[in-house]
């Protein structure tokens, strides 16, 4: 199978045209199926009133689907957050090209200058999606989980993305925050079981030896051990659409990896309330009570 998963912003039409709606909450899941292409439409929808349904779109997403024909502080935002995220494929729906030529100066020097502009049919737009390719982030079999619940005579079961190697029915993997290790009692895709499936893939994963009360949104299924942070040094960078100020002291939500967690910078200092897994480098952050919410990143020392 050849797996796709988009960010969609204000692509409603779209979406109610090629896709049907799956999983519901302050994120939406839209699926579709077409042969061996199967895509995931992820969509934010809370946002603009909560920051966080934003983010965690963007997080396990391949590329983004944006609806530029209207410039607002909302957009601002997204622009943003696609911009320190670093997603750097996707493509703006617009209805004429002097929206481009608004759209163009703004994403210019950012993640998105590569982004393409699409003005036609919604389903003539399957077949560019259909040459669009996932790409693993892990070497090891990795999952992030989104969604979770208990179902009877099944027990915990938890919805997320294989974002790196090879997921099998019967591996455990370790589950971050709690540090306990889980089995796949059971896979499904689309309603199918199934015994292994590849990066890129949307699952259901039935667990055994966890429960659906110590699962939470961000927590990674994988191989190993896990780093964490929760008090380190780094460097805080505004971002350059950004308002920098000279606080030296100020609260910070991260809002990466599918986490939304408040901290504390201080002069170089971060201390978060909670853990985060570390697997990269930097950290995006948001400040709610400042505009635009989405501030910046640290850069880890």
Avoid: W
């Avoid at 210019?108 to 982004?115: A, E, I, N, Q, W």
């Avoid at 982030?137 to 619940?149: A, G, N």
């Amino acid at each position: 199978m050849n797996n796709l998963n988009a960010f969609a912003y204000d692509v409603n039409d779209f979406l109610k045209t090629v896709s049907k709606k799956a999983t519901e909450s302050d994120i939406t899941l839209h699926n579709r199926k077409d042969g061996e292409n199967v895509y995931t439409f992820l969509t934010p929808t809370r946002f603009p009133d909560k920051v966080s349904a934003l983010t965690d779109c963007i997080y396990p997403s391949d590329l983004a689907l944006v609806n530029g024909n209207t410039l607002t502080r909302e957009l601002g935002e997204v622009i943003i957050a696609l911009d320190l995220m670093g997603l750097k494929r996707g493509y703006f729906f617009v209805d004429d090209e002097s929206k481009i030529d608004q759209l163009k100066p703004i994403i210019s020097k950012t993640s998105l200058k590569d982004y393409k502009f699409y003005s036609g049919n919604h389903m003539e737009f399957l077949d560019i999606l259909s040459k669009e390719k996932h790409v693993p982030r892990f070497s090891k079999p990795t999952v992030i989980v989104d969604h979770f619940f208990k179902v009877k005579s099944v027990g915990t079961v938890a919805l997320g993305f294989v974002l790196g190697g090879k997921v099998e029915r019967h591996q455990k993997l370790m589950c971050s925050y709690v540090n306990k290790e889980a089995q796949i009692r059971s896979i499904q895709v689309q309603d199918e079981d199934q015994e292994t499936v590849e990066s890129g893939t949307r699952v259901g994963l039935a667990l055994k030896n966890i429960d659906a009360e110590e699962i939470e949104r961000g927590m990674f299924l994988t191989e190993g051990s896990f780093e964490y942070l929760t008090e380190f040094q780094g460097k805080f960078e505004f971002h350059p659409a950004v308002k920098a100020t000279d606080d030296a002291s100020f609260e910070i939500f991260v809002s990466d990896q599918m986490r939304y967690q408040r901290g504390v910078a201080d002069r170089g200092k971060f201390t978060l309330e909670k853990p985060i897994v570390k697997l990269k480098n930097e950290l995006v952050v948001a400040t709610p009570n400042k505009t635009p919410r989405i501030q910046g990143k640290i850069r880890i020392s």
